[in-house]
């Protein structure tokens, strides 16, 4: 069989520990200074430029790697549609974390700040929703999920989207990115396009941004009013609104899977369930900047709690 044009395993994953790095440090000092500007420093210089410049230089064809074909309309709309109906499940699953981690210690507030006016809210659509979508999804659903294809399209999918939820280096918000992961990936893969993971990726984030402009003017509006919040614990509220979004996950993720089947299959699609046997060298080794990553991620989240 020939050989297709990716990444191999170990050169991503040496390539994602990098990145890592490089978020975790100049992206980390960047966002502390100013958020939006360090944003916009972290997500086009040290994400989606280092893919596009690796990319070039190992003379990777962009187009196949990345996945960069046009989709259909009617397509973009079912995608927008199907990740607004699984936002719920998402947030569900983001907070079985909380309710965790409440029990034992105090939750981290939101770095992202509360949008408190229409031209901030704007700006942040910008910045919080369609900067990641793009570059997150270069380097994800597009550089990542490709090189694990010899292992399988279901494999690729799970795997970088696990990587994709621990790149977020926040435990309270980890389930839920890697969800997210993986109902992208299937979408990028029925769709053979990664305009549809951007699509997605660009409207799960409006969608929390927009869902945080609108409640923080409601609060506004409450506290101004006069009115006071009940006194419930922490972890009983999480609970009440956990069995909530679990209950309209089901309505909603049902209706989501039944537009996800009314997306056209891209009948150039390639997907391989096999192993690569013969054109990829296996073992621990090429696991290793993962592990690292991995042990970071657990260290860094046993500091921010302690």
Same mark, same amino acid.
């Given at each position: 069989?020939?050989?297709?044009?990716?990444?191999?395993?170990?050169?991503?994953?040496?390539?994602?520990?990098?990145?890592?790095?490089?978020?975790?440090?100049?992206?980390?000092?960047?966002?502390?200074?100013?958020?939006?500007?360090?944003?916009?420093?972290?997500?086009?210089?040290?994400?989606?430029?280092?893919?596009?410049?690796?990319?070039?230089?190992?003379?990777?064809?962009?187009?196949?790697?990345?996945?960069?074909?046009?989709?259909?309309?009617?397509?973009?709309?079912?995608?927008?549609?199907?990740?607004?109906?699984?936002?719920?499940?998402?947030?569900?699953?983001?907070?079985?974390?909380?309710?965790?981690?409440?029990?034992?210690?105090?939750?981290? !507030? #939101?770095?992202?700040? +509360?949008?408190?006016?229409?031209?901030?809210?704007? =700006?942040? $659509?910008? @910045?919080?929703?369609? %900067?990641?979508?793009?570059?997150?999804?270069?380097?994800?659903?597009?550089?990542?999920?490709?090189?694990?294809?010899?292992?399988?399209?279901?494999?690729?999918?799970?795997?970088?989207?696990?990587?994709?939820?621990?790149?977020?280096?926040?435990?309270?918000?980890?389930?839920?990115?890697?969800?997210?992961?993986?109902?992208?990936?299937?979408?990028?893969?029925?769709?053979?396009?990664?305009?549809?993971?951007?699509?997605?990726?660009?409207?799960?984030?409006?969608?929390?941004?927009?869902?945080?402009?609108?409640?923080?003017?409601?609060?506004?509006?409450?506290?101004?009013?006069?009115?006071?919040? !009940? #006194?419930?614990?922490? +972890?009983?509220?999480?609970?009440?609104?956990?069995? =909530?979004? $679990?209950? @309209?996950?089901?309505? %909603?993720?049902?209706?989501?899977?039944?537009?996800?089947?009314?997306?056209?299959?891209?009948?150039?699609?390639?997907?391989?369930?096999?192993?690569?046997?013969?054109?990829?060298?296996?073992?621990?080794?090429?696991?290793?900047?993962?592990?690292?990553?991995?042990?970071?991620?657990?260290?860094?989240?046993?500091?921010?709690?302690?």
């Amino acid at each position: 069989m020939e050989k297709i044009n990716r990444p191999k395993i170990l050169e991503t994953n040496i390539f994602y520990l990098i990145i890592a790095i490089l978020l975790l440090t100049i992206g980390g000092m960047a966002q502390s200074y100013e958020l939006f500007s360090g944003l916009i420093i972290t997500e086009y210089i040290l994400i989606l430029l280092p893919v596009i410049i690796y990319l070039k230089i190992k003379k990777y064809n962009i187009k196949e790697v990345l996945r960069l074909n046009k989709i259909k309309l009617k397509d973009g709309l079912l995608i927008v549609l199907i990740t607004i109906l699984i936002y719920p499940l998402g947030t569900f699953l983001n907070s079985i974390m909380l309710i965790i981690i409440s029990l034992f210690s105090e939750l981290k !507030p #939101n770095p992202i700040p +509360t949008p408190t006016s229409s031209s901030f809210y704007l =700006l942040g $659509l910008f @910045i919080i929703a369609v %900067t990641p979508g793009i570059c997150e999804e270069f380097m994800f659903r597009g550089f990542i999920m490709k090189s694990y294809e010899g292992k399988g399209y279901k494999k690729a999918i799970f795997i970088s989207a696990l990587l994709f939820g621990v790149f977020h280096f926040n435990i309270q918000n980890l389930l839920g990115p890697m969800f997210l992961g993986v109902v992208f990936g299937f979408i990028v893969y029925r769709t053979n396009s990664l305009v549809s993971g951007i699509i997605a990726h660009t409207t799960n984030n409006a969608v929390a941004w927009s869902l945080t402009y609108l409640l923080g003017n409601i609060d506004a509006v409450t506290e101004s009013a006069g009115g006071v919040s !009940p #006194n419930v614990s922490e +972890t009983t509220a999480l609970l009440a609104s956990s069995f =909530l979004l $679990l209950g @309209i996950s089901f309505f %909603t993720g049902a209706i989501a899977l039944f537009l996800y089947k009314k997306l056209s299959i891209n009948k150039k699609v390639e997907i391989e369930n096999f192993e690569e046997n013969n054109l990829e060298k296996k073992g621990f080794f090429q696991y290793i900047p993962i592990i690292i990553t991995f042990v970071g991620f657990i260290i860094l989240n046993i500091l921010a709690y302690k």
